[in-house]
């Protein structure tokens, strides 16, 4: 159908659900499949090259997470997402993550901690390399790990929720004017400020931090 970008993709069957369903989110992130738009499983299975089977089941799953919803007869509907959407995510993200991220600070084990820097500098890198994928991937992993810290995996699946919900729009032009590297780099600043034990100082980070992230799904005017 001309949908996507070509992709290659793992062809066993307990795999492939889940390889279809990342594409497709990558589709999403990158502004390939629209919000507000229709697209049938077997259109885009051509687009990968497997039966329909798989996609309607990834589509299913990503109908759970909110990011689509099925059209009878039809395929399925990209989300739009309203700015008062994101205003209310971003809200939410931040009663929880802000002070998380406080206490994580007070209690944590400073190896733990440690222990994210390659992640943190390989959200860096990404930006620097213009690899979106792979930026928000190292993102997702970086904020989730560290909320894992609090010992809470409900506080963690939450958030997680969130993020799926909120995804990034527009990314490709905030990329290519260079504005995704200043918020890659808060990641190493908040972890510098956790390992030093400045809780206050890295509850202001992140409220920083999730402000930034707000802008950057405004896209170039701003909330």
């Known amino acids: 159908m001309g949908h996507l970008k070509q992709r290659t993709l793992v062809t066993t069957r307990e795999r492939l659900r889940d390889q279809v369903a990342h594409a497709l989110r990558a589709a999403l ?3 390939e499949l629209r919000p507000g ?7 885009l299975a051509e687009d990968f090259g497997v039966s329909a089977t798989p996609v309607r089941e990834a589509m299913l799953d990503l109908a759970r997470e909110g990011l689509v919803e099925p059209v009878r007869n039809k395929g399925f ?3 739009e997402v309203t700015e008062g959407d994101l205003d209310r995510y971003t809200e939410i993200r931040a009663l929880i993550e802000i002070p998380t991220v406080g206490r994580i600070t007070r209690t944590a084990d400073r190896a733990a901690l440690e222990a994210l820097r390659p992640v943190a500098e390989e959200i860096v890198r990404a930006a620097r390399e213009h690899d979106l994928i792979g930026y928000l991937e190292a993102d997702r992993r970086f904020h989730l790990s560290l909320l894992a810290l609090s010992g809470n995996d409900r506080l963690v699946e939450t958030v997680g929720d969130l993020r799926k919900r909120s995804r990034l729009y527009g990314l490709t032009a905030l990329d290519e004017r260079n504005q995704l590297i200043p918020s890659a780099e808060e990641h190493l600043e908040l972890l510098d400020l956790m390992l030093a034990g400045d809780a206050e100082g890295a509850e202001a980070c992140m409220r920083r931090h999730l402000g930034h992230v707000r802008s950057l799904w405004a896209g170039p ?3």
């Open 221 to 223: 005017e701003g909330p």
């Open 29 to 31: 992130i990158s502004g």
């Open 77 to 79: 509907r990209i989300t």
């Open 37 to 43: 738009a229709v697209y049938s499983a077997p259109g």
